[in-house]
């Protein structure tokens, strides 16, 4: 077994193969811990059980008051019917083994038997509360859980999401939040059941001492088998969490739209589906193992149950005959053994349930508390810091970014000034370093060191929603929502609910008003194919809606990061008029290979290996004859159609080079 030292806290560190079936079946960080609780024995599951119901409780009774106080009080009350129950039967025994006419000891347990009957129908009347309650409690536990979780993971900054732990953490956290109603209503049941168990108890102690041992000799092993059955199923489901992500992988890429053109043209369907053969072969070994131990188990309990309560009913036929008890009381006990036979059940289930639905809860509960690291640090409310104003100058200062990790810096002391109504470009090979640098001048990342100023002032002293809304971004990575497509648009303002005219003047200066009127529903057209009546784009469609996502605001500041890699040469000699439209009004920065298309920017920053190499204006840098003019005369020789000599590229790089 690998050693674990922290096991919520263990980074994502390839750990010890263990099952050398299946090499791709690695365990990953978080797995070990799951696997340590599994382990940890059936000791840990009783030792964990008062935490996780009192957590429970508390969770409940933060969604609602009233219902988890009903739940409280007809617990509580059943438990006490269910004694006086036991009890008002003793008493109706004793009156009808008295001596005397039959008729005489109906009418003499009559009261007896009214008591039952009441005590039977408030009993059913509380269970009927009791489910009705925790009926209405699920939508608010439901509710008060996951928009928690919600809240959570769409305010954590950007850079919770490049660490591998984070997002695995995230993703079962989301899965023990729909654990929460399960643990809260088994831990409700669980009470219940210790209720009975402990009325059953209170009773037959009350008719005699002697009769509580019969009872915890005929219960106890039957509930040690269901809870050492539970025990092997949680460790089975621990143990297997690496396969059944391996599973929910394969279904994915099988089942779903994305992977289909794929799997088809590469003919990976038999290798797909061999993988899952293979992966089902360990899956139901480990079923079959896991049944034959159970089976195992629970026969065992059930036969020293069985015989143990064979010794009870002995015992007590002996003491009858030897006039240690009365007739009734040894009534009662059988009554009582087999009421509490029937609670230890809902017990041992209900702490079977407590525990694997508590272990899910755990990981909602840890991710909420490490995921407080990732908030942005401004404790207080973003109202009290000063709105900025109109934005008039950019300043990166020294600026670097290093992801987790990463052995260098993505942005390496980076510094730069960007000026009013300025259009400027950042240029540079694959991985330079240059969204990386925009998504830390939009505010989505914080830079590792350095400082990022507007109209003068860092980040950190303007209201961050405030400066934000006065920055407009079109990311490379663009989304595609499932909404209409005035919505897809209208996202780039949405704080400001844009009518029509607005989204269809943004659409136009990103070329996509023409396209999406042809659409069946026009603007209203639902862009996810997943639903019925849904249509998709191409890819030059969409990134035509997400340009004019990015026109919608009329940002102080746009960034566009690769806005026309996908569009036609009409659409993008088009988009980019609109670009050189702000020049002179507003901050533009482009992100862009064709370079074609950064002539006319104020200023260019070429960037390599996360520094900064060279700046300065087509024409300068073109001059100075570095990098960026080896780009630009590399990517114009494509199209020179003058002969093969004039398209040879220069084989030296000069880095470094800064021109005015
Ligand atoms: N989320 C991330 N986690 C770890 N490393 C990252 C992440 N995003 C980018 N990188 C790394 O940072 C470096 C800079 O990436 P960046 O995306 O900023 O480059 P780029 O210049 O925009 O590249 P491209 O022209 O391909 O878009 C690269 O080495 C990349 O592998």
């Known amino acids: 077994m690998p050693r674990i030292d922290h096991p919520d806290r263990t980074p994502a560190r390839p750990q010890p193969q263990r099952d050398s079936v299946l090499p791709e079946l690695r365990e990953v960080w978080w797995e070990t811990g799951v696997r340590a609780r599994a382990q940890a024995g059936l000791f840990a599951v009783f ?157 037959v102690v009350v008719v005699h001492p002697l009769l509580l041992l019969a009872l915890l000799v005929a219960t106890v092993p039957n509930g040690w088998a269901s809870l050492r059955a539970g025990h092997l199923r949680y460790q089975t489901y621990a143990a297997g969490s690496v396969r059944r992500r391996r599973l929910w992988l394969l279904h994915r890429l099988m089942a779903e739209r994305d992977s ?230 209208a996202v780039g303002d949405i704080t400001t609910h844009a009518e029509r005219t607005r989204i269809e003047a943004a659409a136009a200066r990103a070329v996509a008003h023409d396209m999406i009127t042809d659409l069946p529903h026009g603007y209203e057209t639902l862009l996810d194919r997943t639903f019925a009546g849904g249509q998709d784009l191409s890819g030059g469609q969409w990134q035509r809606i997400t340009a004019a996502r990015g026109f919608l605001r009329d940002a102080d500041v746009l960034v566009m990061d690769e806005p026309s890699s996908a569009l036609d040469p009409r659409a993008e000699d088009a988009l980019f008029q609109a670009i050189r439209d702000r020049q002179g009004r507003g901050i533009t920065i482009l992100i862009t290979h064709r370079l074609a298309n950064v002539r006319h920017a104020d200023r260019i920053f070429v960037l390599h290996h996360g520094r900064l190499v060279e700046s300065g204006t087509h024409d300068h840098l073109m001059n100075a004859d570095g990098r960026y003019a080896e780009l630009f005369t590399l990517q114009a020789a494509g199209y020179d159609t003058t002969g093969p000599a004039a398209a040879v590229p220069r084989q030296t790089a000069t880095a470094g080079r800064s021109t005015p």
Request: charged fraction near 20%.
């Open 47 to 203: 030792s964990e059980l008062p935490r996780l119901v009192w957590a429970a409780l508390v969770v409940s009774w933060r969604a609602d008051r009233l219902r988890t106080s009903v739940v409280g009080v007809t617990t509580v009350g059943a438990g006490v019917m269910a004694a006086f129950g036991l009890l008002a039967a003793q008493r109706v025994l004793v009156e009808l083994f008295a001596g005397g006419p039959t008729a005489d000891k109906v009418l003499a347990a009559l009261p007896a038997l009214a008591a039952l009957a009441a005590v039977t129908a408030l009993r059913a009347g509380m269970a009927a509360a009791m489910g009705y309650a925790q009926n209405g409690l699920t939508p608010k536990v439901d509710r008060e859980v996951e928009r928690g979780l919600f809240e959570v993971t769409t305010a954590v900054r950007l850079e919770a999401f490049d660490a591998d732990a984070f997002a695995d953490d995230m993703e079962r956290a989301s899965r023990g939040a729909n654990s929460t109603t399960g643990l809260v209503q088994a831990s409700m049941n669980l009470l219940a059941g210790l209720a009975g168990v402990l009325a059953v108890a209170v009773a």
């Open 260 to 489: 289909a053109p794929e799997l088809r043209s590469y003919g990976l369907r038999g290798f797909l589906l061999d993988q899952y053969d293979r992966v089902m072969a360990v899956e139901t070994g480990i079923q079959l193992a896991l049944a034959r131990r159970v089976t195992t188990t629970t026969t065992v309990g059930a036969m020293i149950g069985g015989v143990a309560t064979a010794v009870v009913y002995v015992l007590l036929g002996l003491l009858l005959i030897d006039g240690q008890i009365p007739l009734a009381a040894a009534a009662t006990c059988v009554i009582a053994v087999q009421s509490a036979q029937r609670s230890l059940a809902v017990v041992t289930f209900q702490v079977d349930r407590v525990y694997t639905e508590g272990q899910h809860f755990r990981d909602y509960t840890g991710f909420m508390t490490r995921a407080a690291d990732y908030l942005p640090p401004h404790a207080e409310p973003a109202a009290e810091l000063p709105a900025p104003g109109r934005l008039e100058g950019i300043t990166v200062d020294a600026v670097s970014l290093r992801y987790p990790d990463r052995d260098t810096a993505a942005v390496d002391q980076v510094s730069l000034t960007i000026e009013a109504g300025q259009t400027v470009a950042f240029v540079g090979e694959n991985g330079s370093g240059k969204s990386t640098l925009a998504t830390m001048i939009v505010t989505l990342r914080t830079p590792t060191s350095g400082t990022i100023r507007y109209n003068g002032r860092p980040a950190e002293d303007w209201g961050s929603d405030a400066l934000r809304a006065r920055i407009g971004v079109v990311t490379q990575e663009y989304h595609k929502w499932p909404f209409t497509a005035a919505t897809n648009i």
